[in-house]
């Protein structure tokens, strides 16, 4: 197996594609343009560029996202290279044996970094060393004291990253969600780091949660940017963690058992945001009386709301966004970037009205893109966990 060692995007595309200057992403998705500058560096020296710049670009050549399409099981499982970027995306809460909290986070990004050829869904040589498919993978474990983040590249290839069907894997390197069948569930998740290694059991029994409008999830005010959004709330985990120390000497190297619940989604489009969208704030919430709460706010120059409520049983039902009020309570410096780490929300159509603190808030992804990612817990009208993402900060 080979794998990338993380470095600066701009190196990274040169191995790919030397006709790109800068291809730059979010846990989240992203491809710029080839004619793209980056505005600032992370702490860490990484050029980074803000979401509206990252994921605001003209789509064309790409596969548009319209209303309509129905969503096809397992079909949709797999990579959809037509569209510019997508991601499998699972965020987990779970307890050592010791009853101590921790949050797991493993992303997979497919990138496009040209549209189709003759129109097709794929190109032809995307599975050979010409492929114009490019995927990265993060990952992170999170405690009350420490914040462990990792990331892998590599060009798509049957040996080094992609998406097969049967049985269904997602994988870069050994960095790998395998399932048994051709369907997501169950599956085991493997990751293995210098910073860190686990490997989870996953399995769910209930209905997929379409998003949006039967899976059409609009990101826009006018509705022109939109992607095709589903979710798996109800997951029930059990497995291992090893979050070895950093270079501070933080962490425990010792093997962990774990359990707890997570949260799968999937999500692809051609464009993402449009250029006066900042970034977004994105909750995976799992109240107290059993349902589950997928929120997010877009911001720019008039923030879009969009919001839906989910029962195990695969009911659920849409929020309107001028039900939703989101506003930060907290906020905590990393370096050059300040985050929002608690928030109250409220819904009143939903009884809802609750605030949410971060298990630690220093879980910011000094990665390619700089973005926070953690978990939190709820109080309120509700109780709960989840996870919370932030970007464009």
């Known amino acids: 197996m080979i794998s990338l060692p993380t470095r600066p995007i701009s190196s990274v595309l040169a191995i790919f594609n ?25 702490s ?34 797999l990579a959809h290279e037509g569209f510019r970027q997508e991601w499998w995306y699972l965020t987990a809460n779970l307890k050592t044996e010791q009853g101590k909290p921790l949050g797991l986070q493993w992303t997979q990004f497919r990138i496009a970094l040209s549209p189709p050829k003759n129109g097709s869904e794929a190109n032809d040589d995307n599975r050979g060393w010409a492929t114009e498919q490019l995927y990265m993978a993060h990952s992170a474990v999170t405690t009350e004291t420490s914040h462990l983040a990792s ?10 990253a992609g998406v097969d069907s049967y049985p269904l894997t997602v ?59 589903y979710s798996q709330p109800f997951i029930e985990v059990e497995g291992w963690v090893t979050p070895k120390k950093n270079s501070k000497g933080e962490g425990d190297s010792e093997r962990q058992k774990v359990s707890g619940k997570a949260w799968l989604d999937r999500e692809w489009s051609s464009q993402f945001l449009n250029r006066s969208q900042q970034g977004w704030d994105w909750f995976s919430l799992r109240l107290d009386d059993g349902s589950a709460l997928m ?12 919001g839906r409520r989910m029962f195990a049983n695969g009911s659920g039902h849409n929020i309107e966004s001028g039900m939703i009020q989101m506003t930060a309570i907290d906020w905590h410096r990393i370096g050059d970037n300040h985050y929002p780490v608690s928030w109250k ?48 900060y």
């Open 44 to 77: 860490e020296g990484i050029d980074t560029q803000s979401m509206g710049d990252l994921l605001g670009n003209k789509s064309e050549g790409f596969t548009p996202v319209l209303p309509g399409r129905s969503m096809t099981f397992p079909a949709d499982h």
């Open 151 to 160: 990331e892998r590249w590599s060009r798509a290839h049957p040996q080094l």
């Open 345 to 392: 929300i409220a819904i009143p159509s939903e009884q809802i009205e609750i605030t949410t603190h971060s298990l630690n808030p220093n879980a910011n992804m000094p990665l390619s893109v700089s973005y926070w990612e953690g978990p939190i817990k709820i109080q309120g009208s509700h109780g709960g966990e989840g996870y919370m993402e932030l970007t464009g």
């Open 171 to 229: 994988k870069l390197d050994n960095w790998q969600w395998q399932s048994q069948g051709a369907d997501l569930f169950p599956a085991s998740l493997t990751v293995s780091d210098n910073k860190f290694a686990y490997r989870l059991t996953l399995s769910s029994h209930s209905p997929y949660q379409l998003q949006g409008e039967k899976g059409f999830s609009i990101k826009s005010l006018d509705g022109s940017v939109a992607s095709y959004y």
């Open 18 to 42: 030397p006709r790109l200057l800068v291809l730059a992403i979010f846990t989240s998705a992203l491809l710029l343009a080839a004619c793209s500058e980056p505005k600032s560096s992370n």
């Open 295 to 306: 929120l997010f706010q877009l911001r720019g120059e008039q923030n879009f709301y969009s």
